[in-house]
T-cell receptor, first 114, second 116 residues
């Protein structure tokens, strides 16, 4: 069965520092991978997605993620954190060809210190 | 606004009461999903519809929960005889279900349920 593991339920960085949020998945077939962001009391907003093709994916707000099949990872990065990046981030996996039921990780809460 | 709309945003109820949430998806989206999110957890799949047909239900969806999408447009999620463990954010999402599609879901802002 497919699953998603997000390492670190809480990550704290200083403004301007590198953001690295880790996501590992398990899947027996090529997955589609997603990162979503959730601000307090709001729904989820798509940051970026990997389906096929280029393994380095760029998303909104300066975020990017790299699909590494050999490591079964899809870590999210941003070179320079901004205060507005403080939110909860969820990694999700969908098995290609399935009916689109996304399976989410437990989330990583990102705090940004001034 | 053409996004996914959910009502009510907040609902406080007493244990044992029934509650109903409504979701209006993006108009051209034929697939509609319900997820539940509790504090400190990611969204957990409950059920989904393709048009008016309910195609999959999670084991999380006990017999006190029922979802409908009668005309293939909006959907309702009803919880009967609410329990304190039902307190959660209920998220609705939709997408256009095309063969080979990427599966990106568009989420509403959620309906937060508090059961006293």
């Amino acid at each position: 069965a497919q699953s998603v593991t997000q390492l670190g339920s809480h990550v704290s960085v200083s403004e301007g520092a590198l953001v690295l949020l880790r996501c590992n998945y398990s899947s027996s077939v090529p997955p589609y991978l997603f990162w979503y962001v959730q601000y307090p009391n709001q729904g989820l907003q798509l940051l970026l997605k990997y389906t096929t093709g280029a393994t380095l994916v760029k998303g909104i707000n300066g975020f990017e993620a790299e699909f590494k099949k050999s490591e079964t990872s899809f870590h999210l990065t941003k070179p320079s954190a901004h205060m507005s990046d403080a939110a909860e981030y969820f990694c999700a996996v969908r098995i290609g060809g399935s009916q689109g039921n996304l399976i989410f990780g437990k989330g990583t809460k990102l705090s940004v210190k001034p | 606004d053409t996004g996914v709309s959910q009502n009510p945003r907040h609902k406080i109820t007493k244990r044992g009461q029934n509650v109903t949430f409504r979701c209006d998806p993006i108009s051209e989206h034929n697939r509609l999903y319900w997820y539940r999110q509790t504090l400190g957890q990611g969204p957990e799949f409950l059920t989904y519809f393709q048009n008016e047909a309910q195609l999959e239900k999670s084991r999380l969806l006990s017999d006190r929960f029922s979802a409908e999408r009668p005309k293939g447009s909006f959907s309702t999620l009803e919880i009967q005889r609410t329990e304190q463990g039902d307190s959660a954010m209920y998220l609705c999402a939709s997408r256009l279900g095309l063969a080979g599609g990427t599966g990106e879901l568009f989420f509403g802002e959620g309906s937060r349920l508090t059961v006293l």
